[in-house]
């Protein structure tokens, strides 16, 4: 159960923490109802690389310890999270997570979209996102 997206890329949207139209954020246009048709132009493909540089800059220290958490976890939830925190000393307020936690879900989005453009450097993205 959940909200996906699928197309040039593919993944679910994170529940309760990512909204359908993140694909906005590195400069795709909506195209269609229902289902949210998106479309990144090759040439504008560097929308996509500001976007991951935006998303990364405002995580800050959270992307470490993001990536730590999601490398060694598979699923989440606010007490296990919160504990990884404090159990591994970060000098981050625990309790701020779900606004960072926004912005790595986002950067996942984006790291999906750079990838299928350095694998189809003269191609459009295009995927659909489920509402």
């Not at 229902?34 to 540089?53: F, H, Q, R, T």
């Not at 490398?71 to 989440?76: G, L």
């Amino acid at each position: 159960m959940g909200r996906y997206y699928e197309g040039g890329i593919e993944g679910k949207f994170w529940f309760a923490v990512q909204s359908s139209d993140d694909g906005e954020f590195f400069g795709a246009k909506e195209m269609g109802a229902n289902w949210i048709d998106y479309c990144v132009d090759n040439e504008d493909k560097n929308s996509v690389y500001k976007g991951i540089k935006k998303c990364e800059k405002r995580l800050g220290e959270w992307l470490i310890i993001f990536d730590t958490f999601f490398n060694e976890n598979n699923a989440y939830n606010d007490l296990k999270i919160e504990e990884f925190i404090i159990n591994n000393h970060y000098k981050v307020n625990a309790k701020d997570y779900r606004e960072k936690l926004e912005w790595y879900a986002r950067l996942s989005m984006g790291k999906k979209m750079e990838t299928f453009f350095k694998e189809n450097p003269d191609d459009d993205l295009c995927f659909i996102a489920e509402l």
